[in-house]
Nanobody, 124 residues
Framework: QVQLVESGGGLVQAGGSLRLSCAAS????????MGWFRQAPGKEREFVAA????????SYADSVKGRFTISRDNAKNTVYLQMNSLKPEDTAVYYC?????????????????WGQGTQVTVSS
């Protein structure tokens, strides 16, 4: 089993920044993908960013390219999402997830393990 715990959410003004963290523990995989998703009220969960186990394959949603950066600290088993130039439309609950398949995929249905989510609210 894998446990994922997100932190770092909060309230920020438009144009501000936040850094989300996702600490992973439990079962390990030699090849995997770590991803960030978000879900706004009344909307479906959507892909934000992901990287594969080697760090050589990174993918971003068009809506966050140039503003968000996904990164990791292997020593801490932690993945980060640095969010800059935040917009009110970025407001959502943000989730980290792990896909035990090595391909970077954007569908939340493909991911096997999920954190509990952290709220990000961007005021205008």
């Amino acid at each position: 089993q894998v446990q994922l715990v997100e932190s770092g959410g909060g309230l920020v003004q438009a144009g501000g920044s936040l850094r989300l963290s996702c600490a992973a523990s439990g079962r390990t995989f030699s090849r995997y993908v770590m991803g960030w998703f978000r879900q706004a009220p009344g909307k479906e969960r959507e892909f934000v960013a992901a990287y594969n186990w080697s760090g050589k394959r990174i993918s971003y949603a068009d809506s966050v390219k140039g503003r968000f950066t996904i990164s990791r600290d292997n020593a801490k088993n932690t993945v980060y999402l640095q969010m800059n130039s935040l917009k009110p439309e970025d407001t959502a609950v943000y989730y980290c997830a792990l896909d035990a398949d090595p391909l970077v995929r954007h569908s939340p249905q493909e991911y096997d393990y999920w954190g509990q989510g952290t709220q990000v609210t961007v005021s205008s």
